[in-house]
Nanobody, 115 residues
Framework: QVQLVESGGGLVQAGGSLRLSCAASGAIFSINDMGWYRQAPGKQRELVATITRGGDTAYADSVKDRFTISRDSANNAMYLQMNSLKPEDTALYYC?????????WGQGTQVTVSS
C-alpha cells in the first residue's frame, strides 16, 4: 500500500504564503486522481484541490484563485501552493486519492493563519 507524507505547514500571517508537499512511497500520482483535503477543528474534512491523471485541476470555491495544485510524477510528489492565506484556511491538511482511500490517510500537516 502506498504511503503518503505531508509536509510544509506552519504558522503564517494573513496574506502570506505556504507551499505544502506530499511525498508518496510509490508511483501513484500518474495513475490516480489526487487531491488535497483539509480539516478544521470542529468541522468535517473537505476536499480543496484536485489534480486528475491527465493533469486537469479543480478547486473548492473557498480557495479558487489562491491555491494551486501541482505534481511531479517522476519524483512521486505533489504540491499545494497557497497564497493570500486567510485565518479560515487554518486546518490540518492531507493529501490522498480522489475519492479518498482510508488506508492512505497520513498524519497531515498543520497550517495556522493568524489575523
Amino acid at each position: 500500500q502506498v504511503q503518503l507524507v505531508e509536509s510544509g505547514g506552519g504558522l503564517v500571517q494573513a496574506g502570506g504564503s505556504l507551499r505544502l508537499s506530499c511525498a508518496a512511497s510509490g508511483a501513484i500520482f500518474s495513475i490516480n486522481d489526487m487531491g488535497w483535503y483539509r480539516q478544521a477543528p470542529g468541522k468535517q474534512r473537505e476536499l480543496v484541490a484536485t489534480i486528475t491523471r491527465g493533469g486537469d485541476t479543480a478547486y473548492a470555491d473557498s480557495v479558487k484563485d489562491r491555491f494551486t495544485i501541482s505534481r511531479d510524477s517522476a519524483n512521486n510528489a505533489m504540491y499545494l501552493q497557497m497564497n493570500s492565506l486567510k485565518p479560515e484556511d487554518t486546518a490540518l491538511y492531507y493529501c490522498n486519492a480522489v475519492p479518498s482511500r482510508v488506508a492512505m490517510w497520513g498524519q497531515g500537516t498543520q497550517v495556522t493563519v493568524s489575523s
